[in-house]
């Protein structure tokens, strides 16, 4: 299996193949979910201080923060341009 990485800004690298879902932070029950994580120790702040603007769940039950859009994550998910693949067993 290969390993394929997306970059969600400021030189952060997630793991592409266990994203669950890419959702904007402005809704209750997202903010609920991202208190639950942080509360578990189980969050991930990758904005830097800056303003969040994309709640990326995975399947691990890791909740990761990014400063840039979930348009711009999902696009650079899409394209091979924001991916990096990475095989294993080389």
Do not use: C, H, W
């Not at 299996?1 to 029950?29: H, Q, T």
């Not at 969050?43 to 603007?53: E, I, N, P, S």
């Not at 995975?58 to 990096?84: C, F, H, M």
């Amino acid at each position: 299996m290969d390993i394929k990485l997306v970059n969600i800004g400021f030189g952060n690298i997630v793991n592409a193949n266990r994203i669950v879902a890419i959702v904007s932070p402005e809704s209750a029950p997202i903010k609920r979910l991202v208190q639950d994580a942080r509360d578990r120790n189980e969050l991930v702040d990758a904005t830097y201080g800056r303003r969040t603007r994309a709640v990326i769940v995975t399947d691990s039950n890791y909740i990761v923060l990014s400063a840039v859009q979930p348009e711009t994550v999902s696009n650079r998910l899409s394209s091979s341009k924001g991916i990096v693949d990475v095989s294993e067993g080389e």
